[in-house]
């Protein structure tokens, strides 16, 4: 124990003590990385900056543990405590980083850094839907968060409000989640313990009217989870009392109200008071003309940039390249993938340093430069399992060599993976006491 709290200890002073750092050195090359997710962080995290010269661009100055943003949406963890300010991790860097809040809206693939690492993540895809942007939340940052956070409260407040038809107290009872794919299930998912565990006690008069709903377009939810999860998933969430609405489009999004085509293929109008939408992703207009300005027979994914085996984008002579949610590759778009890509490139400029000094040394033996052979090693990925959070205290998850788990203990290991995956020690500290107050006083239902 002794030991244990000195390391702590330790962990922490150092967290706060930050080195002197090396000054930018024009001999050297420069790499440009745009993006502060999963891909970038993670290249940044683990980029000898020794050898390069960085400039980070991103408008979010935060690194964000995407996989908890459901639960911050209730109140089971804050947001904060799953944001790591980029900073904390720049300034630990051997050479100063040059990090500039804001939005990169134009690539030019000629006039550019030496090297450009695109880790912009992907937009919500609503599929031209009329009324999604201006009607619905979308959960991928954390002002979604923070907006849905406001708008599920108002929705509760609102519906105790006195002398009001019962349609409406019910219009705002119902918490609509468009998308039953990882996103959505696992926010339902959540907005039911947050009913069964907090709207019960301290709005009892209308716990009761509270309806979640999961709107799915296909005949089942988590489409790419092995069956017998999807039925344990379903399951669970027909316990819980959370329908699911298989088999159901939505074709136009209002202020108050979806039109969907249902499992009959008749047009419903539903009400709501809560919309959130998790349909998936699509490519961001930074990315999409990018596309536009590489060879169109290299560059054919409309969902991201096409990457050869070593994440060089196709077409940019290899000073281009793109990881996570903005590349189109054979592995879904997942937090896993970006940050596995990240790690490998960030070894990929290490040996390409090393490379090019070798290089030289083999021309000044009087050697031809095109006859210097470069290896380096492709990137390969071992899937390590998908994970998904169903509700009451349950989970699923989905591992190699056909391992399929489901229920309460697969919940303490959904609870242990993302506790160890967490950024810092600090993120660590901060989730921890957030789930154990929300264990003791129950979730913070103020705005
Ligand atoms: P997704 O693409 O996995 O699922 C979107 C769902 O929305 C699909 O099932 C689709 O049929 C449905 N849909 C589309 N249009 C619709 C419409 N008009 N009406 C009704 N339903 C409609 O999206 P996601 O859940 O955001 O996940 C994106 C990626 O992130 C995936 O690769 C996923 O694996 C990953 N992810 C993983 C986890 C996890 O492992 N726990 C959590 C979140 C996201």
């Not at 050195?25 to 440009?32: F, G, N, Q, R």
Request: proline share 5%.
């Amino acid at each position: 124990a002794a030991v244990g709290l000195a390391v702590f200890a330790w962990t922490v002073y150092e967290s706060r003590h930050p080195l002197p750092q090396f000054e930018w050195d024009h001999s050297k090359e420069t790499i440009a990385i745009l993006g502060t997710g999963w891909g970038s962080t993670s290249l940044l995290k683990d980029l000898d900056t020794e050898n390069y010269n960085v400039v980070l661009v991103s408008p979010r100055a935060y690194f964000l543990f995407t996989p908890l943003l459901p639960s911050s949406t209730v109140g089971t963890v804050e947001l904060r405590s799953i944001m790591q300010p980029i900073r904390f991790l720049t300034r630990f860097k051997r050479r100063e980083i040059l990090y500039v809040e804001g939005n990169c809206t134009n690539i030019d693939p000629t006039k550019k850094y030496d090297y450009l690492v695109v880790g912009v993540g992907a937009e919500n895809a609503t599929f031209g839907i009329p009324g999604v942007k201006e009607n619905a939340c979308f959960l991928k940052e954390a002002w979604d968060a923070r907006r849905i956070r406001t708008q599920l409260l108002d929705c509760l407040e609102s519906a105790t409000f006195p002398g009001q038809p019962e349609s409406e107290i019910n219009r705002l009872l119902h918490m609509v989640v468009v998308g039953g794919g990882p996103t959505g299930v696992e926010y339902a998912a959540e907005l039911h313990d947050f009913l069964n565990d907090d709207i019960q006690t301290w709005y009892p008069d209308i716990a009761g009217k509270f309806k979640i709903t999961l709107v799915e377009a296909t005949p089942h939810v988590l489409g790419m989870f092995p069956k017998d999860l999807i039925q344990y998933t379903e399951r669970t969430f027909a316990e819980n009392k959370v329908e699911i609405l298989n088999n159901t489009m939505v074709k136009e999004v209002h202020q108050k109200d979806i039109l969907v085509l249902n499992k009959d293929k008749e047009l419903e109008t539903i009400p709501f008071g809560l919309l959130v939408w998790a349909t998936g992703n699509t490519a961001r207009p930074l990315v999409s003309d990018l596309i536009s300005k590489l060879p169109k027979d290299l560059q054919n994914q409309r969902r991201g940039l096409v990457v050869d085996d070593w994440l060089a984008v196709k077409g940019s002579k290899g000073s281009i390249y793109a990881l996570g949610d903005c590349s189109a590759t054979k592995w879904a778009p997942t937090a896993q993938v970006a940050s596995r890509q990240g790690a490998y490139l960030a070894e990929q400029f290490a040996q390409l340093y090393a490379l090019k000094r070798e290089k030289s040394k083999f021309v000044e033996e009087g050697n031809k430069p095109e006859e210097f052979v470069q290896k380096l090693q492709p990137f390969v990925y071992n899937h390590q399992g998908s994970l998904a959070y169903v509700g009451g205290d349950k989970a699923i998850a989905d591992l190699p060599f056909g391992i399929h788990l489901s229920g309460a203990m697969t919940y303490l290991f959904w609870r242990s993976a993302y506790m160890s995956n967490l950024f810092s020690l600090r993120n660590r500290v901060l989730v921890g006491f957030d789930w154990l107050k929300a264990k003791t006083f129950g979730r913070d239902i103020s705005r």
